[in-house]
């Protein structure tokens, strides 16, 4: 069927094709269409491959599931319990709003920028690309990461998580004869005490004192709580995210469940930017990065304190909001290689608002019992004070005082015992790799760093390589949902967890090698 004003149509997709950033809304039109646009739709998706776009598109319900071409450069998902009754194309992108509707035989275009109108349409969107993508995953059985991790949990040869699983070094069993004081002291010390002493403790280990000097310290569960409430921020205040890519698959779906939709930031393009160059990508209102990486191990460690100065920077001149997640970083506080510095005393020569996410959870040795810190720089305190305490009262003063005794301790000791661990796992991971000859590659990262992420270099898929291993009960996780964005970038990679005791990695490792060489 031919429809009138078709020419308005293909100029509305031209308009979108040289559009610099990510388009997201409805389409139901296109299927309608005669070959007329088939040039345009072409021209259209060439610009999407070439400028890494990220475009959204949710389609009726009723729509042939073969719409959703897993090859196309624009993320098509099926509407979820909403309806639109009739046939209308919507595209949302920097302020700008394109419809397309058709009347009778006409297609009938318009365009608009009115900043309340957009926002609207924008806000219901993203609540339906959102909805409309969780139900795809549902359908798909496609699982993040953290349930992998809980399945692994009950495997005999847990290689998947990133927890500690080894026991306390003997530098720290003299915290065992404190627990019964920390647990009758918890009764009767003002919280406020519990909590200056763990703050004290952990950035005088963390190198860091002055983040007590501006800003503010708000003390959670975990760094996955946190993260769930800066997405509610994010949210909340109409802000674009960029986060890194790859990473743990939790981060952007923290984001999405949010209300947020995180556009993809590869790692190269960082380093763009703190090298000073161009990006090339559309950036959001917010940078949101994990340093060191998981599971890449990236750091701007390896670039020293000039990384952090030229973000700095960047965001100061482009007003965009910092977030750093911290969380790895105790791996690489007494790496030789990398220079850390007091990124809060840096920061403070800057004009511009930053959030952190410092942890314990990832590398003390005491089964999860875990504090984590969001930072807020001056210009953030009030709100996040504010949307903190809609999320926690407290921290167990309890949990507080191990941490505090444990932090003091390698603080003084230093973390030697621990790094030891991971890097003889890693030494002999990659030993055993190099003398059965497998089609492996452990990528360079910090020896210290508790993962491993390894390339497969024989075309083998990961997922392959994860239903052949679970046959001989080893769990692992592979690169498919590091890359969040684009799962089909993660097929060549797979992870290894290191924090574990000497002989269970051994054995694990041997069963792991003995599985891949049969295959």
Same mark, same amino acid.
């Given at each position: 069927?031919?429809?009138?004003?078709?020419?308005?149509?293909?100029?509305?997709?031209?308009?979108?094709?040289?559009?610099?950033?990510?388009?997201?809304?409805?389409?139901?039109?296109?299927?309608?269409?005669?070959?007329?646009?088939?040039?345009?739709?072409?021209?259209?998706?060439?610009?999407?491959?070439?400028?890494?776009?990220?475009?959204?598109?949710?389609?009726?319900?009723?729509?042939?599931?073969?719409?959703?071409? &897993?090859?196309?450069?624009?993320?098509?998902?099926?509407?979820?319990?909403?309806?639109?009754?009739?046939?209308?194309?919507?595209?949302?992108?920097?302020?700008?709003?394109?419809?397309?509707?058709?009347?009778?035989?006409?297609?009938?275009?318009?365009?608009?920028?009115?900043? *309340?109108?957009?926002?609207?349409?924008?806000?219901?969107?993203?609540? !339906?690309?959102?909805?409309?993508?969780?139900?795809?995953?549902?359908?798909?059985?496609?699982?993040?990461?953290?349930?992998?991790?809980?399945?692994?949990?009950?495997?005999?040869?847990?290689?998947?998580? &990133? @927890?500690? @699983?080894?026991? #306390?070094?003997?530098?720290?069993?003299?915290?065992?004869?404190?627990?019964?004081?920390?647990?009758?002291?918890?009764?009767?010390?003002?919280?406020?005490?519990?909590?200056?002493?763990?703050?004290?403790?952990?950035?005088?280990?963390?190198?860091?004192?002055?983040?007590? *000097?501006?800003?503010?310290?708000?003390?959670?569960?975990?760094?996955?709580?946190?993260?769930?409430?800066?997405?509610?921020?994010?949210?909340?205040?109409?802000?674009?995210?960029?986060?890194?890519?790859?990473?743990? +698959?939790?981060?952007? +779906? #923290?984001?999405?469940?949010?209300?947020?939709?995180?556009?993809?930031?590869?790692?190269?393009?960082?380093?763009?930017?703190?090298?000073?160059?161009?990006?090339?990508?559309?950036?959001?209102?917010?940078?949101? !990065?994990?340093?060191?990486?998981?599971?890449?191990?990236?750091?701007?460690?390896?670039?020293?304190?000039?990384?952090? @100065?030229?973000?700095?920077?960047?965001?100061?001149?482009?007003?965009?909001?910092?977030?750093?997640?911290?969380?790895?970083?105790?791996?690489?506080?007494?790496?030789?290689?990398?220079?850390?510095?007091?990124?809060?005393? !840096?920061?403070?020569?800057?004009?511009?608002?930053?959030?952190?996410?410092?942890?314990?959870?990832?590398?003390?040795?005491?089964?999860?019992?875990?504090?984590?810190?969001?930072?807020?720089?001056?210009?953030?305190?009030?709100?996040?004070?504010?949307?903190?305490?809609?999320?926690? #009262?407290?921290?167990?003063?309890?949990?507080?005082?191990?941490?505090?005794?444990?932090? +003091?301790?390698?603080?003084?000791?230093?973390?030697?015992?621990?790094? +030891?661990?991971?890097?003889?796992?890693?030494?002999?991971?990659?030993?055993?790799?190099?003398?059965?000859? #497998?089609?492996?590659?452990?990528?360079?990262?910090?020896?210290?760093?508790?993962?491993?992420?390894?390339?497969?270099?024989?075309?083998?898929?990961?997922?392959?390589?994860?239903?052949?291993?679970?046959?001989?009960?080893?769990?692992?996780?592979? =690169?498919?949902?590091?890359?969040?964005?684009?799962?089909?970038? =993660?097929?060549?990679?797979?992870?290894?967890?290191?924090?574990?005791?000497?002989?269970?990695?051994?054995?694990?490792?041997?069963?792991?090698?003995?599985?891949?060489?049969?295959?």
């Amino acid at each position: 069927m031919a429809f009138k004003g078709s020419e308005n149509y293909t100029t509305m997709l031209n308009n979108l094709t040289m559009s610099p950033g990510d388009v997201i809304g409805f389409v139901d039109i296109e299927k309608e269409m005669d070959l007329t646009v088939t040039e345009a739709n072409t021209n259209y998706h060439n610009r999407l491959r070439e400028s890494a776009r990220n475009d959204y598109v949710i389609i009726p319900d009723n729509t042939d599931s073969s719409y959703i071409n &897993a090859n196309s450069p624009v993320k098509r998902r099926k509407m979820v319990n909403y309806r639109i009754d009739t046939y209308l194309d919507i595209a949302l992108c920097n302020g700008n709003i394109f419809t397309a509707e058709i009347q009778g035989n006409q297609i009938i275009t318009s365009e608009s920028n009115d900043p *309340l109108l957009y926002d609207s349409l924008h806000a219901l969107m993203t609540r !339906l690309w959102i909805s409309a993508d969780n139900k795809y995953l549902e359908e798909n059985n496609t699982f993040n990461h953290t349930m992998d991790e809980l399945k692994a949990l009950n495997t005999k040869y847990n290689l998947s998580d &990133a @927890h500690t @699983h080894q026991a #306390l070094p003997e530098s720290l069993k003299a915290l065992l004869p404190q627990l019964r004081t920390f647990w009758e002291d918890s009764h009767y010390t003002q919280q406020a005490n519990f909590e200056k002493n763990f703050l004290q403790s952990f950035f005088a280990f963390r190198k860091c004192p002055h983040a007590l *000097l501006r800003g503010d310290n708000f003390i959670n569960y975990s760094a996955s709580s946190i993260t769930s409430l800066l997405a509610n921020f994010f949210y909340t205040n109409d802000l674009e995210v960029s986060l890194i890519e790859p990473c743990f +698959d939790n981060l952007p +779906d #923290l984001l999405k469940d949010g209300g947020t939709i995180p556009k993809p930031l590869p790692e190269r393009q960082i380093k763009k930017i703190i090298q000073g160059e161009d990006p090339d990508i559309h950036i959001g209102d917010v940078i949101f !990065l994990v340093n060191p990486n998981n599971p890449t191990g990236f750091s701007l460690e390896n670039y020293g304190a000039s990384a952090y @100065h030229a973000l700095a920077q960047y965001c100061e001149a482009n007003n965009k909001i910092l977030v750093l997640d911290f969380t790895f970083m105790p791996f690489i506080l007494e790496d030789e290689d990398r220079a850390v510095c007091d990124i809060y005393e !840096l920061f403070n020569g800057y004009s511009f608002n930053y959030l952190t996410i410092e942890d314990t959870g990832k590398i003390l040795p005491v089964m999860d019992t875990k504090a984590s810190i969001l930072h807020a720089s001056d210009g953030l305190v009030a709100e996040i004070s504010r949307a903190h305490t809609n999320y926690i #009262l407290r921290v167990s003063p309890f949990i507080l005082q191990v941490l505090t005794f444990i932090l +003091d301790r390698l603080a003084q000791d230093g973390l030697g015992p621990l790094y +030891d661990l991971y890097r003889s796992n890693r030494r002999y991971l990659r030993q055993m790799i190099r003398q059965h000859d #497998l089609p492996l590659e452990v990528t360079p990262a910090p020896d210290s760093l508790s993962i491993a992420w390894i390339r497969i270099t024989n075309g083998l898929s990961a997922s392959y390589l994860q239903n052949a291993l679970r046959r001989n009960n080893i769990e692992i996780l592979i =690169g498919n949902n590091f890359f969040w964005s684009d799962k089909s970038q =993660g097929g060549g990679y797979i992870r290894i967890a290191l924090a574990r005791e000497r002989k269970e990695f051994i054995e694990s490792i041997d069963t792991f090698i003995h599985t891949l060489k049969v295959l």
